[in-house]
C-alpha cells in the first residue's frame, strides 16, 4: 500500500492505493478561498496546505498501514510543493518506510489506469500510447513507450489551454475558476464569432493560446454593453471552440505521425464533455481505444492518481535514496 500526498497548486490531497486500486482518496479543495483573487494566491495557497494536511492525512490513512510513501515533486506552485514534501518526509522517517518522489503529469496520466477497491475497471496500457494533458498549467502531447518511458511531442509556448479559458471567463466576468462556467454557457450558445487559429500552418504538435486570448479580449473590447450582454453565452462557446480545436487538431496530426495504439486523456480540463466527445470522435476515426479518468475526483488534482503511478516506480524500486535531500522542482519536465 502506497500512501501519496499532492499539494502541486490548490488541492491539498491524500491518498492510499494498493497496485492501481484506489481504497481512499481525500480532496480538500481551496477554490473558495481564492476566488475573489480571480485566480491561486500563492501565499495563502501555502498556508491553507499547512493547516489542512494532517486532517487530511488522518482521513486518508484511516486503519492502512502503508510500505511506501509518496509525494509530487513537482511540476508545480513552488510553495504548494514543499509542504507536501516535508510532510511526506515526515511520514516516511515516522513508519519507516520508502519515500517515491512522482512528477505530477505523470500522475494525469495514470489516472486513467485508476481502479476502484474491486479492481475495476480492468484496463491495460497498450504501447506506444499517446498522452494528451490538458490542465490549467499544461497542454501536452506525450508518446508513452513503455512504464516510465517519455517523450514530449508537443507543448504549449506560452498559455495552457486551462489558463486561457480561466482568463477568457476573467474577460467575460465570470469569476474563478472560469473552464465550469464557461462550459455550461456555451451549453447555451445559438451562433458564434469567428477568431483565427494560431499555429494553424505549422506543422509541429505545439500548442498557443496567447494570441487566442488577445483576440477575444479585442473582440470584447469591441462590443457595445447591449451587445456583450446579448451574447454571453456566444461569446463563451466562441473561445471553448477555438480552444478546443486547437487540441483536436494537434492530437489528430500526432496520431498520422506516431501511429500510436492508443489515447489516454488526463488533466483538469478532461472534465468537459464537449472535449471529451470531440476525443472519442478524433479516436474512433482512427480506430483507437481511448482512456479518460473513471471518476471526476481522479481529473482534477488528486493524490491518487500520484499512489497509482507510485506503483509502478515500488515494483522497480524506485525511492528516494538521500530523503533529507528532496527538494522541490516546480517547473519539472516528464
Known amino acids: 500500500m502506497i500512501l501519496s500526498i499532492d499539494t502541486s497548486c490548490d488541492e491539498t490531497s491524500v491518498a492510499v492505493t494498493h ?85 505530477h503529469l505523470e500522475g494525469h496520466i495514470y489516472s486513467c489506469l485508476a481502479q476502484n477497491s474491486a479492481g475495476l475497471p480492468e484496463r491495460e496500457i497498450i504501447f506506444p500510447a499517446l498522452c494528451l494533458i490538458v490542465s490549467g498549467g499544461h497542454t501536452s502531447l506525450v508518446l508513452m513507450k513503455d512504464h516510465g518511458n517519455y517523450t514530449i511531442v508537443g507543448e504549449t509556448l506560452d498559455d495552457a489551454c486551462g489558463e486561457a479559458l480561466d482568463k477568457a471567463a476573467k474577460i467575460l466576468k465570470l469569476g474563478y475558476p472560469g473552464g465550469p462556467v464557461i462550459e455550461k454557457l456555451a451549453e447555451q450558445a445559438v451562433s458564434s464569432f469567428k477568431l483565427s487559429q494560431p499555429l494553424k500552418d505549422n506543422k509541429n504538435l505545439n500548442f498557443s493560446y496567447s494570441g487566442l486570448k488577445t483576440q477575444f479580449l479585442y473582440l470584447v ?55 471529451r466527445k470531440l476525443l472519442r470522435q478524433t479516436a474512433k476515426s482512427s480506430n483507437l481505444p481511448i482512456f479518460f479518468p473513471p471518476k471526476k475526483d481522479l481529473i482534477t488534482d488528486n493524490a491518487a492518481m500520484i499512489g497509482i503511478a507510485a506503483g509502478f516506480h515500488l515494483v522497480k524500486k524506485d525511492f528516494v535514496k538521500k530523503i533529507d535531500l528532496l527538494d522541490r522542482i516546480p517547473r519539472m519536465k516528464l
Open 221 to 275: 473590447r469591441d462590443l457595445s454593453e447591449k451587445d456583450f450582454s446579448q451574447n454571453l453565452k456566444n461569446l463563451a462557446f466562441t473561445f471553448q471552440t477555438a480552444c478546443f480545436e486547437q487540441v483536436i487538431r494537434k492530437t489528430s496530426q500526432a496520431i498520422k505521425i506516431y501511429q500510436p495504439k492508443m489515447i489516454l486523456c488526463g488533466g483538469g480540463v478532461i472534465a468537459n464533455k464537449t472535449l
Open 19 to 103: 497496485g492501481r486500486k484506489v481504497l481512499s482518496n481525500v480532496i480538500s479543495s481551496q477554490i473558495a478561498l481564492h476566488k475573489k483573487y480571480g485566480g491561486v494566491y500563492p501565499a495563502l495557497a501555502k498556508r491553507a496546505h499547512e493547516e489542512r494536511i494532517d486532517f487530511v492525512v488522518q482521513k486518508a490513512i484511516k486503519k492502512f498501514k502503508p510500505d511506501a510513501v509518496a509525494v509530487t515533486q513537482g511540476p508545480g506552485l513552488a510553495i504548494a510543493l514543499e509542504v507536501g514534501i516535508k510532510k511526506a518526509k515526515e511520514l516516511s522517517a515516522a513508519y519507516r518506510i520508502p519515500l517515491i518522489a512522482v512528477n
